[in-house]
């Protein structure tokens, strides 16, 4: 069976040895104890294992770990920088966008890959981006909140620099 | 923790510092959520307990669960509030039945107005104490001395909260006696305190059950029978065995596999072959609302008033309706999950339960060995919605452990949470009603099969009722659920409210209010129906409004709701709820729970239903079973009604109950058309 013996990480060379069928889910969760993206239904419906791919939100559980290979894999833990929080991240903690938090990880995962595409996205546009993926506890009207304060907080930013 | 022995010991182990212990009398801790002890003389029982060390780092130890319902900030909020310290300084130290003195479980809304009180009073007598110590230590006078921000100051002296006991511990007992500061001049409680762990669940720092690692960690799988009731007659496990690493464990009924990646224990769950005996003929959704009418028992309303006869022969109109409301599954984001580690003869188990010593006990009794041998530990949870009482991922996750000699982690599938968990109760509710042509009610005969009694009760004024529950034979496995029965008696009731009004062409907020007397019931209404601008203004064509009222478990909440409905799909277009629980403690967090309970109560509204056939459920998958979305998501304004005066109540389930029949009411005024099934059919 072929296997996958590397992948990149949150910008560092992580070694695994995993089979490539399985999922990257898995494979990040068991092998390399990165526990930030959770399954909630392992069918692609929930996005609570959204992870980034060079970029591009992916459903880690119905991805075989072999398409990461030789891409940038970007996660939760990985967002922070130098102990700041991403954007995002501050705005989460700003609105008060979680209750429970299981799916708030997938959910800043999201955010993050539609944010990066159309810097200042409008209520729709954040709707229509987060679509797939669930909260179960119901938070959604705080996290449009949160990725809406963040598009307009990334768009100054960028006129400043 | 209750016996004076393991509470000696645990008290040696805090070291230096204050401890105040929460003493209850055993009546009142059964209504905090702890064990009735039968026979026993009203014993004083510790509920939570609270140690100040020399740090002056507050620790506060209970039995109750986080699930989202943010009680770990609104319980640090009410210590800090009574102990003027800051909210950064409290350490909850939750759920883990090792540390922590017994509770019953977090479930019922019970938390705010039982736990809660306790804790503050806790922190009343700490504080007390601390200026007592500062009084005697420094030669002052008691009125001179203030504790602010965690400090202790007196005439120019200042220290730490847990500077002044010099190495020794002080032990405190409180009983009801302690005054507390009255809501009106909270400066902590009372605001919208950030959420404590906050930092953690943005950065995926936050470990639930399903995140814990220990070493040589195996992952486990459980042999699910293809339908109810089905028998295991053979398996043959020589193909699962031949793979690497894998245990194959087989004990009656249960037949479970661990390998080292949770890859190979899937491999080696599919090489097991397994015959199984079914049972043939069992009820399916198609017949479900006949089948509980047919296995119903008498029910019996000790609240009844008047003569439901006499209310109909007094009665202008008479009115007999029949409502419905299907299975549907709480689907947690995170599935039922643990990992359990053996220890010699101790077991310990980390899983996601609303309750802790429940789970325990269930552990204990699985393997025969007294309770004091399994520690169950609850991290943070990724929600429960009153679906995570029990035991089951627990139970197998450690017989697996045992087998192996390893720990074991075993997380529910999707699938096994839709089928091997316990949904919310289906039901049938009858009711006729009687009024004057003056819109006056004279009679309520409400019937209540299988879902339940909760929030059957009515706050209208009428002088002939009877309520009655009947319970029924449930052909799934049936348990509690945020609200539980409140939704479907809240939505029959306040449905055929509207009914009633429709009959009498009269305005179904005129209506309601001509038949409540209870303030705090009208006051609410009155609330909703201002901010949604009831009466003032007619919908637009295709859309309609639609009012309710609710009452349960202590709180009041009215609802308004607008929808629209194009090609037979309803869209919730913009909801108004109002909501009061007594003295608000965090209005953002109450907003977020008001909020999300709404948000939730769509999906039984609308989509959300368990169909199950042969002894098989027919949607166990996400794809099949359809939860609201960002785009179900209606412009949602909640007022809440802050009643500074009375007692805070729980509010993590309440607000759940107004939405659907709001949309009942609603959607009847934009098609002519009554839905009276949950999920609503149009
Ligand atoms: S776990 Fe991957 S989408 Fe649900
Ligand atoms: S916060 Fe609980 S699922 Fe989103």
């Known amino acids: 069976m072929p296997r996958v013996i590397?992948?990149?990480?949150?910008?560092?060379?992580?070694?695994?040895?995993?089979?490539?069928?399985?999922?990257?889910?898995?494979?990040?969760r068991d092998d390399l104890d990165l526990t930030g993206a959770k399954y909630g239904c392992g069918e692609g419906q929930c996005g609570a294992c959204t992870v980034l791919l060079d970029g591009e939100a992916v459903r880690s559980c119905i991805t075989p770990v072999s398409r990461a290979a030789g891409k940038r894999v970007t996660t939760i833990e990985g967002l922070e920088q130098d102990g700041r929080l991403h954007?995002?991240?501050?705005?989460?903690?700003?609105?008060?966008?979680?209750?429970?938090?299981?799916?708030?990880?997938?959910?800043?995962?999201?955010?993050?890959?539609?944010?990066?595409?159309?810097?200042?996205?409008?209520?729709?546009?954040?709707?229509?981006?987060?679509?797939?993926?669930?909260?179960?506890?119901?938070?959604?009207?705080?996290?449009?909140?949160?990725?809406?304060?963040?598009?307009?907080?990334?768009?100054?930013?960028?006129?400043?620099? | 923790m209750t016996s004076e022995l393991t509470r000696r010991d645990f008290l040696s182990a805090l070291g230096g510092g204050v401890v105040v212990l929460c003493v209850v009398e055993a009546a009142d801790a059964q209504e905090s959520g702890r064990r009735a002890r039968g026979g026993d003389a009203r014993p004083q029982e510790i509920s939570a307990w609270l140690h100040i060390g020399e740090d002056g780092m507050v620790a506060v130890y209970t039995g109750?669960?986080?699930?989202?319902?943010?009680?770990?900030?609104?319980?640090?909020?009410?210590?800090?509030?009574?102990?003027?310290?800051?909210?950064?300084?409290?350490?909850?130290?939750?759920?883990?039945?090792?540390?922590?003195?017994?509770?019953?479980?977090?479930?019922?809304?019970?938390?705010?107005?039982?736990?809660?009180?306790?804790?503050?009073?806790?922190?009343?007598?700490?504080?007390?104490?601390?200026?007592?110590?500062?009084?005697?230590?420094?030669?002052?006078?008691?009125?001179?001395?203030?504790?602010?921000?965690?400090?202790?100051?007196?005439?120019?002296?200042?220290?730490?909260?847990?500077?002044?006991?010099?190495?020794?511990?002080?032990?405190?007992?409180?009983?009801?006696?302690?005054?507390?500061?009255?809501?009106?001049?909270?400066?902590i409680a009372g605001h919208s305190v950030p959420k404590v762990d906050g930092r953690d669940m943005v950065t995926g720092r936050h470990r639930f059950a399903?995140?814990?690692?220990?070493?040589?960690?195996?992952?486990?799988?459980?042999?699910?029978?293809?339908?109810?009731?089905?028998?295991?007659?053979?398996?043959?496990?020589?193909?699962?065995?031949?793979?690497?690493?894998?245990?194959?464990?087989?004990?009656?009924?249960?037949?479970?596999?661990?390998?080292?990646?949770?890859?190979?224990?899937?491999?080696?769950?599919?090489?097991?072959?397994?015959e199984w005996k079914t049972e043939e003929g069992q009820p399916s959704d198609s017949q479900l609302f006949a089948y509980l009418k047919a296995h119903a028992e008498a029910g019996e309303d000790r609240q009844a008033r008047g003569s439901i006869d006499q209310g109909l022969a007094d009665a202008d109109h008479k009115l007999s309706q029949t409502y419905t409301v299907a299975y549907i599954a709480h689907t947690p984001l995170e599935p039922r999950a643990a990992v359990a580690e053996w220890t010699g003869d101790k077991l310990t188990v980390w899983t996601g339960t609303q309750r802790p010593f429940g789970v325990r006990e269930e552990l204990a009794g699985a393997f025969g060995i007294p309770q004091e041998r399994v520690r169950v530990i609850v991290p943070d949870t990724g929600s429960g919605y009153g679906g995570k009482h029990s035991g089951e991922a627990a139970i197998e996750a450690a017989r697996l452990a045992k087998a192996s000699g390893k720990p074991v982690k075993l997380v529910w599938t999707r699938q096994e949470e839709f089928t091997w968990g316990y949904v919310r109760p289906a039901g049938v509710i009858e009711i006729t009603s009687g009024v004057k042509n003056d819109g006056r009610l004279t009679a309520w005969d409400f019937h209540n099969y299988n879902s339940g009694s909760s929030g059957a009760q009515i706050t209208y004024d009428i002088p002939h009722h009877r309520i009655l529950f009947h319970p029924s034979k449930s052909p799934l496995r049936q348990g509690s659920y945020r609200g539980l029965a409140a939704t479907a008696n809240h939505f029959a009731r306040e449905s055929h409210m509207d009914e009633i009004a429709q009959a009498l062409h009269m305005d179904?907020?005129?209506?309601?209010?001509?038949?409540?007397?209870?303030?705090?019931?009208?006051?609410?209404?009155?609330?909703?129906?201002?901010?949604?601008?009831?009466?003032?203004?007619?919908?637009?064509?295709?859309?309609?409004?639609?009012?309710?009222?609710?009452?349960?478990?202590?709180?009041?909440?009215?609802?308004?709701?607008?929808?629209?409905?194009?090609g037979g799909r309803p869209k919730i277009v913009r909801v108004v709820e109002s909501f009061e629980c007594g003295a608000v403690v965090n209005p953002d967090h109450l907003r977020n729970q008001v909020e999300g309970s709404v948000i939730m109560a769509i999906g039984g509204a609308l989509f959300e239903q368990i169909r199950f056939e042969n002894g098989r459920i027919v949607n166990p998958k996400l794809s099949q079973y359809r939860v609201p979305r960002f785009s179900d998501v209606p412009v949602i304004e909640t007022v809440l009604v802050d009643r500074k005066d009375l007692a805070p109540i729980g509010a993590g389930e309440t607000p759940i109950v107004g939405l659907a029949p709001a949309v009942a009411n609603a959607i009847f005024q934009a098609t002519g058309k009554r839905p009276r099934s949950l999920p609503m059919v149009v």
């Open chain 2, 210 to 274: 399903s995140d814990v690692k220990r070493a040589g960690l195996l992952h486990g799988k459980v042999l699910r029978p293809v339908a109810f009731g089905a028998k295991l007659v053979n398996l043959d496990d020589a193909a699962a065995k031949q793979i690497p690493g894998v245990i194959v464990l087989r004990e009656g009924e249960f037949a479970a596999v661990a390998a080292p990646d949770a890859a190979t224990a899937e491999r080696a769950l599919s090489a097991l072959k397994a």
């Open chain 2, 64 to 187: 109750k669960a986080e699930m989202g319902q943010n009680i770990r900030t609104s319980l640090s909020q009410a210590v800090a509030e009574e102990l003027h310290a800051p909210v950064a300084s409290i350490r909850m130290i939750m759920a883990d039945t090792d540390l922590v003195p017994y509770d019953m479980g977090t479930f019922g809304s019970r938390t705010t107005p039982t736990m809660a009180p306790q804790l503050r009073k806790a922190a009343a007598a700490a504080r007390e104490a601390l200026v007592e110590l500062a009084t005697s230590k420094w030669g002052v006078d008691r009125a001179a001395v203030q504790v602010a921000d965690g400090r202790i100051i007196a005439a120019g002296r200042s220290a730490g909260l847990g500077e002044l006991t010099g190495g020794q511990q002080l032990v405190h007992k409180i009983g009801a006696d302690v005054t507390l500061t009255p809501a009106i001049e909270w400066k």
């Open chain 1, 87 to 161: 954007p995002l991240q501050e705005a989460f903690l700003e609105t008060g966008a979680m209750q429970c938090g299981y799916c708030t990880p997938g959910m800043i995962m999201s955010g993050v890959s539609l944010l990066a595409k159309g810097a200042n996205p409008n209520d729709a546009e954040i709707v229509h981006g987060m679509q797939g993926n669930i909260c179960r506890c119901g938070t959604y009207p705080r996290i449009v909140a949160a990725v809406r304060m963040a598009g307009l907080h990334m768009k100054t930013q960028r006129r400043a620099s």
């Open chain 2, 508 to 566: 179904p907020l005129e209506f309601r209010l001509k038949n409540l007397k209870d303030e705090r019931q009208r006051a609410v209404l009155l609330a909703a129906a201002e901010k949604f601008g009831w009466g003032k203004q007619k919908p637009e064509a295709g859309h309609g409004f639609g009012l309710a009222i609710g009452f349960e478990k202590g709180s009041y909440l009215a609802a308004g709701a607008e929808v629209a409905v194009e």
């Open chain 1, 6 to 28: 590397e992948l990149n990480v949150n910008g560092a060379a992580r070694r695994v040895n995993a089979s490539s069928e399985r999922s990257l889910l898995s494979v990040l």
